[in-house]
């Protein structure tokens, strides 16, 4: 509904928020890596909610376990319970991998997760025990995701690997896509695949390459790669011949203990690459620091200049150039922005969301003529603003209002007078775009109110392609349906 | 064919009629670290009081609780739609360690200047009970400040399971009775309906029966609810009470406190509809116009929607089903809705059934059905596989499991839109069932495969 004053005055309660909370983003990474049950330490609400919120946009199983607090475990704290939990799951499951997050139960009670787990690892041998600290009061699901993607890579890379296998050949690229969509991740293991099908590989003795310091380790090809997480196979496979306690697909547990002996890095998120230069630490970065491997940190490759900037990379890791393949894909894209322009050009959108995917979405925006008049998100990692002025060419960011830490009810009393004429992210924001009477274009997660959501493609030319025919469609059928006549050509 | 094993500590909750000795263990604490399709104390007390649309629903926590529960049943509101907004303290680090306390109240005040809310529910969360706050103080504070009930509900998730939410829901409902009451006269031939949320629409339809049978109703706990009406409902003859004890215990309450006495009904299937309304009607058997008026309403209802549930019917006769539902009276109702269609189940379970339901679900079935208490997804599994169901009736959390592995899906939860209580509701479900069930897709998917590996398991 719609509220009877608007206020501008900071306001003390949270409505209708735009977040989730830590523990769904470790859950969610922990279904990405194969053989992985995620056990979430607290109440068993905790785990039953987030099942229900990620059900309800993967349309599969996505089962979590619940080390289930009683009032005894929250007095005398939750060792014996996550221990029976474990205990329980690795009978059951008979995992890989068991990945722990805390709640803010358990952290507020003060549980010392790693004394817990101290001879745990024994007892379910061989499964791997995770532990991420996800303590729902700080950050949004978005830092669970990063802080268990970097929980697992540090678990699975000590530091004692490096001098014994220092001498063994380096080739994979470790990419770190950070929360995309099932086709996100697929469509990069397809850019990845036909790198690796390019057979000239470039001069690494250029001055471009030097300069980037590939010669040290490009030995021909490197096109083999590791993503973490990759739920795209796990969280949307084939129906079942038989039964999985845990489905298939997910990035497989060596692969991920073979990520110190890579090449390179790469890291999606300019918010991300942020909070490390400010000390945080990524899974990128931890390896950098560890291992001494090149980290390329860079944003989410949504629209032509964002992806060019991570072929440019990619070329330079893998020491290949451009497949052809993709260098059509640019080519058809920007012929079908010129063919849209008209109908995108000065449009105002509402753009929300995680914040790395806000920035993301907004540059996209940017290029093809769409002013995103307001970029908001639940998040607050402190860099929203200054991510944005990199990214927009400040014309744009004149005309753009940020908001990190914002709800929906408040972006919706500021969306009003910026006269938008599309929203544009997750599911969440129907309700904003109803009141305001204007199309929602979705993307991003969760996406609760439409089929296929996981199917939804952000990155690349490709990506850019199906958002930009999205967004003028949906624009299209805005003018068609208000127009008073109708009309079946343009 | 994986063999999906269950847990050793689990096995006394599963029962196979004809088989054993009938001792199902139920009411306990979901096994820590088996994934139970339980919520927690927080999920039953908000599913209770959220259909309450000109109350303020204030979760008072870190974010994730009112992100998860945020606009996601239908419990449709025929005027304000307050309830539809998600509010939370949002509590970060400083307040956990600080306290909460007067954030809440600074957030009560704005809110309820604002929203002008005809009365405000505070509901804890984990870890209000941990780090201290003295919820109940700030509520009467804030309560003796702006004139409206103000009013915690003690609902800290691990502070037992779904049903304790119940109860601290139903504490918190009769409280806002008690605010109000004034030694008002009763209201002849008045009932109060408990238990129904209006998900789909379902209060409009009871609430039309009653009024052609010449019932007044009173309020509707919580269903299209109204803090108003809620605050009169100790002027009512009788409560009925719909669902597996949602709201037992404030019929039980009102009961001691009122003088009201309460029946339990369903409003699910053509047989427990029609016995729904006579109850009633028998109740008011000094004014038999009443009894006269329910005859009439059953059989034309029934006749109305005979002809289609024959004509569906044809299609689903020996089709076997599975229900894994919240409360148990649900699944009594469904069996005998299924049976209607011609249907079998061969799987029944909930979450929170007791000794008495799991008897009477015994009694029920048929020989050779599996009943489960609290079970999860692999038990699910393995259930169904192996009595090769063509059905599946749950939530949300077991429609992935029927999917995968090719089998039809009826939610008969809270995303439904479609209302499937009462007579029109048993054509809704009916339609629903064998839409599914008929669907051409289950020729295209592999579950024939492991149909075959498990016969050849034995």
């Not at chain 1, 692969?255 to 630490?281: C, H, P, W, Y």
């Not at chain 1, 860079?298 to 893998?318: H, M, N, Y």
């Not at chain 1, 993709?326 to 109908?343: F, P, S």
């Not at chain 2, 307040?95 to 529910?121: M, N, S």
């Amino acid at each position: 509904m719609m509220p009877k004053k608007i206020k501008t005055k900071p306001y003390t309660a949270t409505r209708n928020a735009c977040k989730m909370c830590t523990p769904l983003g470790a859950a969610l990474v922990f279904h990405g890596i194969e053989g992985t049950i995620p056990l979430l330490h607290g109440s068993q609400g905790c785990s039953t909610y987030m099942r229900r919120y990620l059900i309800s946009h993967f349309r599969e199983p996505v089962d979590i376990a619940s080390s289930n607090f009683s009032e005894d475990t929250a007095i005398f704290g939750g060792g014996d319970n996550l221990r029976l939990a474990i205990e329980n799951v690795a009978r059951q499951y008979t995992p890989e991998m068991i990945g722990i997050a805390t709640t803010c139960l358990s952290e507020t009670i003060g549980d010392d997760v790693p004394m817990i787990l101290d001879g745990m690892d024994k007892k379910v041998d061989p499964t791997i025990l995770v532990h991420v600290s996800t303590p729902s009061y700080t950050g949004t699901h978005v830092d669970g995701f990063h802080g268990a993607v970097h929980a697992v890579v540090e678990r699975c890379n000590p530091v004692t690997e490096k001098t014994t296998d220092a001498l063994k050949t380096r080739k994979k690229i470790n990419v770190f896509p950070g929360m995309l969509s099932n086709e996100d991740i697929r469509h990069l293991k397809e850019i990845f695949t036909d790198f690796s099908d390019v057979r000239t590989p470039i001069d690494t003795q250029s001055p471009d390459a030097i300069k980037n310091g590939i010669d040290s380790y490009a030995m021909g090809n490197n096109t083999e790669f590791t993503i973490l997480p990759d739920y795209s196979e796990r969280l949307e496979g084939p129906s079942w011949e038989d039964y999985q306690a845990i489905q298939k697909g997910g990035t497989p547990v060596r692969e991920i203990k073979a990520m110190n002996r890579a090449t390179a890095s790469m890291e999606f998120g300019s918010i991300l690459a942020s909070t490390v230069d400010q000390g945080e630490k990524s899974a990128g970065s931890l390896l950098k620091e560890r291992f001494d491997i090149p980290l390329a940190s860079l944003g989410i490759p949504v629209g032509v200049k964002a992806t060019d900037l991570f072929f440019e990379r990619l070329e330079e890791l893998t020491a290949t150039p451009i497949p052809e393949k993709y260098k059509k894909q640019r080519g058809r894209l920007i012929d079908a922005y010129v063919d849209g322009n008209k109908y995108v050009s000065r449009q105002r959108a509402v753009v929300y969301g995680e914040e790395d995917f806000v920035v993301a979405i907004a540059g996209f925006l940017a290029e093809v003529g769409i002013i995103p008049v307001l970029c908001a998100s639940g998040g607050k990692s402190g860099f929203l603003q200054k991510a944005l002025e990199e990214i927009l060419p400040k014309n744009i960011l004149e005309q753009v209002t940020v908001h990190p830490g914002m709800d929906f009810t408040r972006m919706e009393q500021t969306a009003g007078a910026l006269e938008p004429d599309f929203v544009i992210g997750n599911s969440k924001g129907y309700t904003l775009s109803r009141h305001l009477n204007i199309p929602l274009v979705r993307v991003g997660f969760p996406i609760h109110d439409r089929i296929g959501g996981p199917r939804i493609l952000h990155i690349g030319y490709k990506g850019a392609q199906e958002l930009f025919d999205t967004i003028v469609n949906t624009l299209l059928q805005r003018r068609q349906d208000t127009s008073k006549t109708g009309y079946a050509y343009m | 064919m994986e063999t999906i094993s269950v847990l050793e500590d689990r096995k006394n909750q599963i029962y196979r009629k004809g088989q054993d000795s009938f001792d199902i263990s139920c009411e306990k604490k979901s096994l820590a670290g088996a994934v139970s399709q339980r919520a927690c104390v927080f999920c039953g007390s908000r599913v209770v009081l959220y259909p309450i649309a000109d109350a303020l629903h204030l979760i008072h926590g870190p974010i994730g609780c009112a992100s998860y529960t945020w606009d996601i049943r239908g419990a449709l509101s025929s005027g304000p739609e307050l309830h539809r907004m998600s509010f939370s303290t949002d509590l970060s680090e400083t307040d956990i360690v600080f306290g909460g306390e007067k954030k809440l109240e600074k957030a009560l005040f704005e809110l309820i200047e604002e929203y002008e809310p005809k009365a405000a529910f505070v509901y804890c969360t984990c870890i209000v009970g941990i780090i201290g706050d003295d919820v109940e103080a700030v509520c009467k504070k804030v309560a003796a400040k702006v004139g409206i009930p103000v009013l915690p509900v003690h609902s800290e998730g691990f502070k037992g399971t779904k049903k304790d939410g119940y109860k601290a829901a139903c504490d918190a409902l009769f409280k806002l009775i008690e605010l109000n009451r004034k030694p008002e006269k009763q209201i002849p031939l008045s009932i109060n309906i408990l238990g129904e949320f209006n998900i789909g629409g379902e209060t409009w339809i009871i609430k039309e029966y009653y009024r052609r049978m010449g019932i007044e109703v009173v309020a509707v706990m919580t269903g299209d609810g109204r803090v108003a009406e809620v605050q009169s409902a100790h002027r009512a003859c009788l409560n009925v009470v719909q669902c597996s004890g949602s709201l037992t215990y404030l019929a039980k309450d009102m009961e001691k406190a009122y003088g009201i006495p309460y029946i339990r009904v369903s409003y699910f299937g053509i047989e427990d509809t029609s016995d729904a309304l006579y109850d009633v009607a028998a109740f008011f058997e000094d004014t038999p116009k009443i009894m006269e008026r329910t005859k009439t309403l059953v059989q034309e209802e029934v006749k109305t929607i005979l002809p289609e549930l024959s004509a569906l019917k044809k299609d689903l006769t020996g089709k076997r089903a599975a229900i894994y539902v919240g409360g148990a009276f649900k699944a009594f109702s469904l069996i005998k809705a299924l049976k209607h269609l011609g249907m079998a189940v061969v799987l029944v379970g909930s979450q929170t059934g007791n000794k008495d339901d799991y008897a009477l679900l015994r009694e029920m079935c048929d020989p050779g059905t599996v009943i489960l208490d609290d079970a999860n997804p692999l038990e699910l599994a393995k259930y169904v596989m192996e009595k090769d169901a063509h059905l599946f009736i749950g939530g949300v959390k077991e429609r992935p499991i029927a999917y995968k592995l090719g089998i039809g899906f009826c939610d008969h939860n809270h995303e439904r839109k479609i209302p499937l209580v009462g007579f029109e509701g048993m054509e809704n479900f009916a339609r629903e069932v064998h839409e599914t069930v008929t669907s051409p897709v289950w020729d295209l998917v592999p579950r024939k495969a492991f149909n075959r590996a498990i016969s050849k398991k034995g």
